[in-house]
């Protein structure tokens, strides 16, 4: 298992916004971080048709194109190539090679008060405050 660095995001995320007395609020909490983990899986079974035949099955589970349910969330599935032959027993199945890219939270939610209204005021400095304003409604 690996960080997969070029998925994992820097900025917070923010969701869940509702009305909480005259201010809005949203849930906010630090980014996922974005995981490869690999696995190797080999059925075993007391006979090699048994043993082929739950092999199929695994390789058509992964091989279809519907992401992996893993705590709710739904992850990305790749079959990698097995390795070279110098690497397996001859007259045994090769094992699957998968990759799953998945995510995990690094932190609990918090409230945080979302901005509505912001105003800019800017004017030189011997000038009243009121010369030039910008109000940006959300």
């Known amino acids: 298992m690996r960080e997969d660095l070029s998925l994992t995001s820097c900025e917070p995320q923010r969701d869940s916004f509702r009305q909480r ?9 630090e ?3 974005a995981y490869l983990v690999d696995y190797q899986i080999m059925p075993v079974a007391p006979d090699r048709g048994q043993d082929l035949f739950l092999r199929d099955l695994v390789a058509l589970r992964l091989s279809l194109d519907l992401p992996l349910p893993i705590n709710g969330a739904f992850a ?5 190539p ?3 032959l110098v690497f397996r027993q001859i007259a045994q199945p ?4 998968v990759r799953i890219h998945t995510s ?15 105003t800019v005021t800017a004017a030189p400095v011997a000038t009243p ?10």
């Open 94 to 97: 090769a094992s699957i090679y």
């Open 104 to 118: 995990l939270e690094t932190a609990a939610r918090r409230e945080q008060v979302w901005v509505r209204r912001m």
């Open 31 to 33: 980014p996922a971080r």
């Open 129 to 138: 405050a009121d010369a030039e304003q910008i109000v940006v409604d959300l």
């Open 82 to 84: 097995p390795p070279a």
């Open 21 to 29: 007395g005259g201010q809005v609020v949203c849930s906010v909490r």
């Open 76 to 80: 990305t599935v790749h079959i990698l």
